[in-house]
């Protein structure tokens, strides 16, 4: 196999590797009662959910629940 070949080989598993993760990123999504798109018009983009989520988790860590959880 020449060099272009191992190349365009290894973008086309890389491409397959990313169309797996979305496939499942949009299962679990729909899982979860939402989808990508509703993420997205929410926070704009995958990273800012991902720091919100962390955020979440750093608050629920800190107190216990979180700032949606109406407790005694």
Same mark, same amino acid.
Request: glycine content about 6%; overall charge negative; charged content about 30%.
């Given at each position: 196999?020449?060099?272009?070949?191992?190349?365009?080989? %290894?973008?086309? !598993? !890389?491409?397959?590797?990313?169309?797996?993760?979305? @496939?499942?990123?949009?299962?679990? =999504?729909?899982?979860?009662?939402? &989808?990508?798109? %509703?993420?997205?018009?929410?926070?704009?983009?995958? @990273?800012? =959910?991902?720091? @919100?989520?962390?955020?979440? %988790?750093?608050?629920?860590?800190?107190?216990?629940?979180? &700032?949606?959880?109406?407790?005694?």
């Amino acid at each position: 196999m020449t060099t272009l070949q191992q190349k365009r080989l %290894a973008k086309l !598993e !890389e491409s397959q590797r990313r169309r797996d993760v979305c @496939w499942d990123l949009d299962r679990l =999504f729909a899982q979860a009662g939402t &989808s990508r798109a %509703a993420i997205l018009a929410e926070h704009g983009t995958l @990273w800012a =959910f991902r720091d @919100w989520l962390d955020a979440q %988790a750093e608050e629920v860590g800190q107190t216990g629940r979180t &700032s949606n959880d109406h407790g005694t």
